[in-house]
């Protein structure tokens, strides 16, 4: 596991990973949200929300644990590092050849969470009394990963969790599939795939392959997962490294690559594979089962390939890809073992995962976003004096008792200058109170968007900013 040292966090996230973002971007996060948000209410799940910081855990697998970001202990370590260990030159420099002890456990027992699944796991196993199950929960927050910054891919980032726990019916996987789908055809994200496998045809394949004289299931995953960035031909080579024969790999390959329906991909596999394979006949009928019933249909597509490297994984498995950009945009799967290391067994859960940043990304590329979210204040006043911001103050008070943004320009500059700053906040009106206007008591609104001018009455403002939603 990688060691984390808090700093202060830097700007360009390019190096730190950990970007700030923009009122303007916040805005649009925030569209994101409110949408995911309404799927995952009207699908029946509840909110919860987890601590940021967790105990160090090794649940994820070899690959993953090692982008796990851990925090120092507080207090001196590296004297006791020396007691513990009877060297009184013991430094910083000598550390690293200590080989024979847990350097990471002794001055770390805490990380950043991984993600939202292994927090929520332990929820549950601690409030399991509290817990009507099948318990359906969202949440939404920050996770860490040690991982190289790169488009699309952040040290840290967010996550929209919706799990199901507490039952093993495949109707829950159906369920998720669906709440993907409404997610998605939400943002006007219609372009997309759903590659769907099952972790025990993989186990059974691995099997076949007599995987357990060569390595572990965990490590065979690991590869396989690899395929989408280094390619079939080198996961082949990976596979060959580890000690498993060329003529399994073949048939890897060949499974891999066959194209074709899933009752195809089905009957090609079970031609390669002995019948007397029971946990890949389980898995394939519990996919038979999940495909067969989801409304989902038309854009899901059974992926051998598919193999999600996170070991607490056991049933089906799924990720939602881009047709343009290829970009991941969410993934998830049925487990059936997490809560167990927290001392409650026998609780199965599915969940899926949505990357906000990768989201906002595949939307920014495909211009999805609606102009009007760039509006953030719908009236600014301008302001051409104290006695004219006087009653613009008493309008704003009214405009925000009606749930209207609106501001009064601070200073009395010169009105091209206000103008301006209106044009640059996005206001959708502007509105100038002189002399006249207060004498009449009427507004004069200018509407930013078309130019037009008119003069008001508060109620008729009040019923034009009502109809412009």
Known sequence: MSIFVIKKMK??????????????????????????????????????????????????????????????????????????????????????????IDFTSLISDKSLRYDLTIPF???????????????????????????????????????????????????????????????????GLNDLL????????????????????????????????????????????????????????????????????FLDKKEYLLGKINQDNQILLKGLDELSFVIGKSSSVNNLIFDLSLARGLDYYTGAIFEVVSYGSANSLAGGGRYDNLTEKYDLRGVSGVGVSFGLDRLYLEMDELNLFDDKINNNLDVLFINFGEKESIVSQSYISELRSCGKSAELYPSNLKISKQMSYADKRGAKFVVIIGEEEINLELLTVKNMNTGKQDRLSMLEFIKLLNHEE
């Open 11 to 100: 700007r360009n996230f390019s190096i730190s990973g950990m970007p700030d973002f923009s009122p303007f971007e916040k805005r649009r996060r925030e569209y994101i949200l409110s949408k995911v948000k309404e799927q995952f209410l009207l699908f029946g799940f509840s909110s919860i929300q987890t601590a940021s910081m967790t105990k160090s855990t090794s649940s994820y697998g070899e690959a993953a644990d090692k982008l796990i970001f851990n925090i120092l202990k507080s207090g001196n370590y590296f004297t006791k590092l020396k007691e513990n260990y009877n060297n009184r030159e013991t430094g910083s420099s000598d550390l690293l050849n200590l080989k024979d």
């Open 121 to 187: 796991a332990k929820y549950v196993a601690e409030h399991q009394s509290e817990i009507t199950f099948p318990f359906k929960r969202y949440e939404i927050g920050s996770v860490w990963r040690a991982d190289r910054p790169q488009k699309g891919r952040l040290r840290e980032f967010t996550q929209c969790d919706a799990d199901i726990i507490g039952d093993s019916s495949l109707w829950l996987e159906v369920d998720l599939l669906d709440l993907m789908n409404s997610i998605f055809r939400s943002l």
């Open 194 to 261: 759903i590659k769907i496998n099952n972790r025990k045809i993989l186990e059974g394949i691995w099997i076949e392959g007599k995987g357990s004289s060569v390595g572990s299931f965990s490590s065979f995953c690991i590869i396989i997962d690899k395929i989408d960035k280094i390619g079939i031909e080198r996961v082949g080579e990976l596979l060959l490294d580890a000690g498993y024969q060329e003529d399994f790999i073949q048939m890897m390959q060949e499974l891999f690559l066959f194209e074709g329906s």
